[in-house]
């Protein structure tokens, strides 16, 4: 999928460190079927453009006029590249020490044409390999259409870009978000944020870091997740939450890519690629005035959008087998019971089907058939009555999740009730018109 090797096309980011001209063009002759390769000639333009942005891969000389090459390992790790030295100078003591600053490759001058594509192909098979595990252990489907869009992610050079994931809870958003990661960034971290799950008054200084004694409770320096994600991966699951001072604060240091740590006056910068994840409809929250459009279109460089379970119902059987693999016991649906957990609505999705597995093995029957399918969907919000089975959802999915739910079926059932008319369903859920028609654009009604 990703590897010249394998003939398919590579997108890497490369950058060339080399003083001799001569050089330069067999290593750009060499490495243009990788990828866009760039080149710098001194140690002074080299740290420019590392500074600029961040390469996949960073392929350095030694001898730099009267510099040294080995001084710009160090920033070339820090910025997430993958660094080979290439170097007709044997000194056994400068080898190690540019190992030990962390080269993964010191290559020979002179067999560059025959030896370097070795590693850049195995660099690539090792990129392609985490997408083989992905789809085979983490993210299971049959879906041949998600399939080649994930595949087609995965060609892309993330550094330093914006990658906006959506679509409803449990469908595997965090999961796509460490898969992008580990294929980008393969020397660096990923730092992972939660917004909801963060105090509104204590998510500036999640985000930003803050100084000692710069508020109450603050007993010592922090390091925020921006500066945390330096030349890796920043992860904000659930953006859609962020309060809109900080959105304004976030969009200003994404912009600047620098920021103040709260109660400093001394501007940090950073440089990472950016993911964000939600469940929530950003659009109808732009239109409510919630969330920033500029914001928006600042994180939504490429959005891709996870299908719900029930988009996917050829992939249930294939999800239930797999989650049967962590329990030693097993269990038989038969056919018809299959078909009805293909038809089920899954409002919880994949995590919801997870745990559906889990009490299916551990039912004193091994073999399922329909009665006992329908007992088990009986509890849960998607088949239930008004509060029936409230307790379970929200344990498992979260009180937003069941709110959400609550709030789309009961709008349904009173549209039907009252024949679509908005007025006669205002007044009977004794709710506003304006949150009547927040719920139509959250959940994207028509009637």
Same mark, same amino acid.
């Given at each position: 999928?990703?590897?010249?090797?394998?003939?398919?096309?590579? @997108?890497?980011?490369?950058?060339?460190?080399?003083?001799? +001209?001569?050089?330069?063009?067999?290593?750009?002759?060499?490495?243009?079927?990788?990828?866009?390769?760039?080149?710098?000639?001194?140690?002074?333009?080299?740290?420019?453009?590392?500074?600029?942005?961040?390469?996949? %891969?960073?392929?350095?000389?030694?001898?730099?006029?009267?510099?040294?090459?080995?001084?710009?390992?160090?920033?070339?790790?820090?910025?997430?590249?993958?660094?080979?030295?290439?170097?007709?100078?044997?000194?056994?003591?400068?080898?190690?020490?540019?190992?030990?600053?962390?080269? /993964?490759?010191?290559?020979?001058?002179? +067999?560059?044409?025959?030896?370097?594509?070795?590693?850049?192909?195995?660099?690539?098979?090792?990129?392609?390999?985490?997408?083989?595990?992905?789809?085979?252990?983490?993210?299971?489907?049959?879906?041949?259409?998600?399939?080649?869009?994930?595949?087609?992610?995965?060609?892309?050079?993330?550094?330093?870009?914006?990658?906006?994931?959506?679509?409803?809870?449990?469908?595997?958003?965090?999961?796509?978000?460490?898969?992008?990661?580990?294929?980008?960034?393969?020397?660096?971290? %990923?730092?992972?944020?939660?917004?909801?799950?963060?105090?509104? @008054?204590?998510?500036?200084?999640?985000?930003?870091?803050?100084?000692?004694?710069?508020?109450?409770?603050?007993?010592?320096?922090?390091?925020? /997740?921006?500066?945390?994600?330096?030349?890796?991966?920043?992860?904000?699951?659930?953006?859609?939450?962020?309060?809109?001072?900080?959105?304004?604060?976030?969009?200003?240091?994404?912009?600047?890519?620098?920021?103040?740590?709260?109660?400093?006056?001394?501007?940090?910068?950073?440089?990472?690629?950016?993911?964000?994840?939600?469940?929530?409809?950003?659009?109808?929250?732009?239109?409510?005035?919630?969330?920033?459009?500029?914001?928006?279109?600042?994180?939504?460089?490429?959005?891709?959008?996870?299908?719900?379970?029930?988009?996917?119902? @050829?992939?249930?059987?294939?999800?239930?087998?797999?989650?049967?693999?962590?329990?030693?016991?097993?269990?038989?649906?038969?056919?018809?019971?299959?078909?009805?957990?293909?038809?089920?609505?899954?409002?919880?999705?994949?995590?919801?089907?997870?745990?559906?597995?889990?009490?299916?093995?551990?039912?004193?029957?091994?073999?399922?058939?329909?009665?006992?399918?329908?007992?088990?969907?009986?509890?849960?919000?998607?088949?239930?009555?008004?509060?029936?089975?409230?307790?379970?959802?929200?344990?498992?999915?979260?009180?937003?999740?069941?709110?959400?739910?609550?709030?789309?079926?009961?709008?349904?059932?009173?549209?039907?009730?009252?024949?679509?008319?908005?007025?006669?369903?205002? /007044?009977?859920? +004794?709710?506003?018109?304006?949150?009547?028609?927040?719920?139509?654009?959250?959940?994207?009604?028509?009637?």
């Amino acid at each position: 999928m990703l590897g010249v090797k394998m003939g398919m096309k590579s @997108n890497l980011g490369i950058l060339i460190i080399e003083d001799d +001209k001569y050089a330069r063009l067999n290593l750009r002759e060499i490495l243009k079927p990788y990828g866009i390769v760039d080149e710098a000639t001194d140690a002074a333009s080299a740290f420019q453009k590392l500074n600029e942005r961040t390469y996949d %891969l960073v392929l350095t000389d030694i001898e730099l006029g009267s510099n040294s090459g080995v001084e710009i390992i160090p920033t070339i790790v820090r910025k997430g590249s993958h660094c080979i030295v290439v170097s007709s100078y044997e000194c056994e003591e400068v080898i190690e020490k540019a190992y030990n600053l962390g080269a /993964k490759h010191y290559l020979a001058k002179f +067999k560059l044409k025959e030896f370097l594509p070795i590693y850049i192909n195995k660099f690539l098979q090792e990129r392609s390999a985490r997408f083989e595990h992905f789809l085979k252990e983490e993210f299971i489907t049959q879906d041949e259409e998600l399939i080649q869009d994930l595949k087609n992610l995965c060609d892309i050079n993330w550094k330093n870009q914006s990658l906006f994931i959506s679509g409803p809870t449990g469908t595997g958003k965090s999961l796509l978000g460490k898969l992008i990661h580990d294929i980008t960034h393969t020397d660096s971290k %990923l730092v992972h944020l939660n917004c909801a799950e963060v105090a509104e @008054n204590l998510l500036e200084s999640e985000l930003f870091g803050h100084e000692k004694g710069a508020f109450t409770g603050a007993d010592q320096r922090k390091d925020g /997740k921006l500066k945390l994600a330096q030349g890796g991966t920043l992860f904000l699951d659930e953006v859609g939450t962020m309060p809109l001072s900080m959105q304004q604060k976030l969009l200003k240091a994404l912009d600047e890519k620098t920021f103040y740590p709260v109660g400093s006056s001394t501007p940090v910068k950073t440089d990472f690629t950016l993911i964000t994840a939600t469940c929530e409809d950003l659009q109808a929250k732009i239109t409510r005035r919630e969330f920033r459009e500029d914001l928006f279109f600042r994180i939504s460089g490429f959005q891709f959008h996870l299908k719900p379970l029930c988009e996917r119902s @050829n992939d249930v059987e294939i999800l239930l087998r797999h989650f049967q693999k962590s329990s030693s016991r097993r269990f038989v649906i038969k056919p018809e019971a299959m078909e009805a957990l293909k038809k089920y609505p899954w409002p919880g999705n994949i995590r919801e089907l997870m745990k559906l597995s889990e009490r299916l093995s551990q039912n004193l029957n091994g073999v399922i058939d329909l009665n006992a399918i329908k007992t088990f969907l009986k509890a849960t919000p998607a088949n239930a009555n008004a509060m029936e089975g409230w307790e379970e959802h929200v344990l498992q999915y979260g009180l937003r999740s069941y709110i959400n739910y609550m709030e789309k079926k009961a709008v349904e059932e009173s549209m039907k009730r009252n024949s679509g008319k908005i007025t006669a369903c205002i /007044k009977e859920l +004794k709710i506003s018109s304006s949150a009547f028609y927040r719920i139509l654009q959250d959940h994207q009604l028509h009637f």
